[in-house]
């Protein structure tokens, strides 16, 4: 029976590399690109093209990659740092046995897909080469290694930049960094790699040994070069968030999203957005945010880590780890911090801010209001200026207020936590509530007592 793609094999992925170039105390494939770090991109293009097992080859910061990643990859340390021949080496008593191809990859490549690396599969399962090469026509070859072929178009080894001659430099075909290898010809020779002058073990001589003992030497050609562009420095890293960007911005215009202007949109990778909402200019869509369908968001709108449900309209605001239902209206100038929980049908106005805090369906808090640490039911009006005064600054403490159904709020109403108001209430503008006001009643003042209690039918 012919075995699946991806079936038998492995990705070994190589990330010792100190990054020195990066200055930063960040490990640099950590870095992020696009809203993840630049080693997730490859583990989740690993993982599309069904390869079932990785291993991570790492050194100097790898409390950072561990803290960062867990178990989600094995995990194999390059305690010296003696070239890429060697760190694969480090593999060896792990995987040996364990596969029948090895894909060698480097984890500083955001930008690789998995469809690449299928290809490079696909040829290693139809004719079994001791090697496939990944490799890049480079309109600029400078400090690429080159690819050397005989006159019948066969692989004969790489050349680096360095050691290449003016003919040699000429050539435009580049080796992309990335090999798919037959398991059992590539463990027996990565004891039989050369020392390179600078005393490391390159993973490139393994091209010229194959080629001596006669063995396949076969390549799949990128047709997007910029898949294999490598990471080494903060401009690099630049780049590939430019492109990396206008992938995503690809994929959701390509799913039904409109994006007015596209170029003045930042959304990360992580991010989801449903059929026909529209994304105006100037917005941030970051980490696990979902947005419905039918929405409108923007101008100039930041949301992050936050759930939004369909046909709700977000304008001129931020919005940081909320819940927000169906058909809610924000903004403009609206900011939802972590745990505000809007029901269906909310609407907000401008300079309105909520925390930890839940709005009922069809509350209403048009101006100038702080609600934080409260629940808030259905139907509720909230006046311009409401305040939760929910910190008492002796006991360092917050408290709970909570506004049950159909009540109105006057303008400039503070609520000092812990405190009740109860459903079909009403509070003067200005009131100062210390202590709990029961249903249908009528309480303002300095602090607000009851002035009034009105018949279940609302009659006073």
């Known amino acids: 029976m012919e075995r699946a793609l991806g079936e038998g094999a492995v990705a070994v992925i190589l990330a010792a590399g100190q990054g020195t170039r990066m200055k930063s105390k960040l490990q640099k494939v950590l870095h992020p690109v696009a809203g993840k770090p630049m080693v997730e991109h490859v583990l989740d293009a690993i993982a599309e093209a069904r390869i079932g097992r990785a291993v991570l080859v790492v050194g100097r910061g790898?409390?950072?990659?561990?803290?960062?990643?867990?178990?989600?990859?094995?995990?194999?340390?390059?305690?010296?740092?003696?070239?890429?021949?060697?760190?694969?080496?480090?593999?060896?008593?792990?995987?040996?046995?364990?596969?029948?191809?090895?894909?060698?990859?480097?984890?500083?490549?955001?930008?690789?897909?998995?469809?690449?690396?299928?290809?490079?599969?696909?040829?290693?399962?139809?004719?079994?080469?001791?090697?496939?090469?990944?490799?890049?026509?480079?309109?600029?070859?400078?400090?690429?290694?080159?690819?050397?072929?005989?006159?019948?178009?066969?692989?004969?080894?790489?050349?680096?930049?360095?050691?290449?001659?003016?003919?040699?430099?000429a050539i435009r075909e580049v080796n992309?960094?990335?090999?798919?290898?037959?398991?059992?010809?590539?463990?027996?020779?990565?004891?039989?790699?050369?020392?390179?002058?600078?005393?490391?073990?390159?993973?490139?001589?393994?091209?010229?040994?194959?080629?001596?003992?006669?063995?396949?030497?076969?390549?799949?050609?990128?047709?997007?070069?910029?898949?294999?562009?490598?990471i080494n420095d903060r401009v690099a890293l630049a780049e590939a968030e430019r492109i990396a960007r206008e992938r995503v911005r690809e994929r959701l215009m390509r799913s039904g999203v409109t994006m007015t202007?596209?170029?003045?949109?930042?959304?990360?990778?992580?991010?989801?957005?449903?059929?026909?909402?529209?994304?105006?200019?100037?917005?941030?869509?970051?980490?696990?945010?979902?947005?419905?369908?039918?929405?409108?968001?923007?101008?100039?709108?930041?949301?992050?880590?936050?759930?939004?449900?369909?046909?709700?309209?977000?304008?001129?605001?931020?919005?940081?780890?909320?819940?927000?239902?169906?058909?809610?209206?924000?903004?403009?100038?609206?900011?939802?911090?972590?745990?505000?929980?809007?029901?269906?049908?909310?609407?907000?106005?401008?300079?309105g801010e909520v925390k930890k805090s839940y709005l009922g369906p069809g509350t209403k808090?048009?101006?100038?209001?702080?609600?934080?640490?409260?629940?808030?039911?259905?139907?509720v009006n909230v006046g311009a200026g409401t305040i939760t005064c929910n910190y008492n600054s002796e006991s360092k403490k917050k408290s709970e207020t909570v506004v049950e159904e159909e009540v109105g709020l006057g303008s400039d109403t503070m609520l000092v936590a812990p405190v009740r108001v109860g459903a079909r209430s009403t509070t003067g503008a200005g009131s100062v509530v210390t202590r709990d006001i029961p249903p249908d009643s009528v309480a303002y003042g300095v602090p607000a007592v009851v002035k009034r209690r009105r018949a279940g039918n609302g009659q006073t």
């Open 261 to 351: 202007d596209p170029a003045t949109c930042y959304v990360d990778a992580t991010v989801e957005v449903g059929q026909d909402t529209v994304i105006l200019p100037n917005t941030i869509l970051r980490g696990q945010t979902r947005i419905g369908s039918d929405c409108l968001v923007g101008p100039g709108t930041i949301i992050e880590d936050t759930i939004v449900g369909e046909r709700c309209r977000l304008v001129y605001s931020v919005l940081e780890g909320a819940t927000v239902e169906d058909d809610v209206a924000l903004g403009p100038f609206c900011h939802l911090r972590p745990g505000a929980h809007l029901a269906r049908g909310v609407e907000m106005g401008n300079f």
């Open 62 to 169: 790898a409390d950072q990659v561990h803290e960062r990643l867990g178990g989600r990859v094995a995990y194999v340390e390059q305690s010296e740092q003696l070239g890429t021949g060697h760190a694969v080496l480090q593999t060896r008593s792990l995987l040996r046995g364990e596969a029948t191809a090895v894909l060698v990859l480097y984890g500083d490549t955001p930008l690789i897909r998995a469809g690449t690396l299928r290809a490079l599969l696909e040829v290693e399962q139809a004719g079994s080469p001791a090697v496939t090469l990944l490799t890049a026509t480079a309109a600029d070859p400078t400090g690429y290694g080159r690819i050397l072929r005989d006159e019948a178009g066969r692989v004969r080894g790489i050349v680096e930049e360095a050691a290449a001659n003016a003919e040699q430099r």
């Open 176 to 230: 992309a960094g990335v090999y798919c290898f037959r398991a059992d010809w590539l463990w027996p020779h990565l004891d039989r790699l050369p020392l390179s002058t600078k005393g490391e073990y390159y993973l490139t001589d393994l091209i010229a040994l194959a080629v001596a003992e006669g063995e396949t030497v076969e390549t799949v050609t990128l047709d997007d070069g910029t898949e294999a562009m490598g």
């Open 365 to 379: 808090m048009h101006h100038f209001s702080y609600i934080g640490d409260a629940t808030l039911g259905a139907n």
